[in-house]
């Protein structure tokens, strides 16, 4: 199955995070949740069939590390980016959830790409002369326009050959 998607942190209760993520893949049965201390050397693993679970029991004043990734009977997917939380050392009222990189990365990106198409059309069409409304003048029928070739007498082919 494909890499879970849109990793988040939200902070809960005391020493208590909720992690949550999105799957791109119908197939994945399974999730499995990987976490640490930063600077610690034990990771904690716990299997899921929800897009999300609660995390509990964390220390005060440490820096943690999250990975997810997706399973079914047959594979198992590449491990997200870490995501890295704090657990204060004081409890707060409100946290702002923590967000992976990738959420953050990719509507910026076609934000960056969209400016840039629209820089290029204006400079395609500016330089090109290209106008999308062109207004027609009105044309005055009481002018004549003498054109002499018609006005001449014919002339003989033969003649001019000579």
Not at 12 to 26: I, L, M, R, Y
Not at 132 to 157: A, L, Q, W, Y
């Amino acid at each position: 199955p494909d890499m879970p998607i849109n990793v988040k942190v939200n902070h809960g209760e005391q020493n208590t995070v909720k992690v949550s993520w999105e799957s791109t893949d119908p197939g994945a049965e399974l999730y499995r949740v990987f976490w640490k201390a930063v600077d610690g050397k034990e990771s904690n693993i716990v299997d899921t069939k929800e897009e999300s679970i609660v995390l509990t029991n964390l220390k005060r004043d440490t820096k943690y590390i999250v990975r997810v990734k997706a399973a079914n009977s047959n594979l198992t997917s590449k491990l997200t980016e870490g995501l890295t939380f704090l657990i204060p050392d004081k409890p707060m009222e409100k946290i702002s959830p923590v967000t992976s990189k990738a959420e953050i990365t990719i509507p910026v990106v076609l934000a960056s790409l969209s400016v840039f198409c629209l820089i290029v059309v204006a400079l395609v069409i500016r330089k090109k002369k290209i106008v999308f409304i062109k207004m027609r003048d009105k044309v005055d029928t009481t002018v004549g326009f003498e054109n002499p070739s018609f006005h001449s007498p014919p002339c003989d082919k033969d003649e001019n050959m000579r």
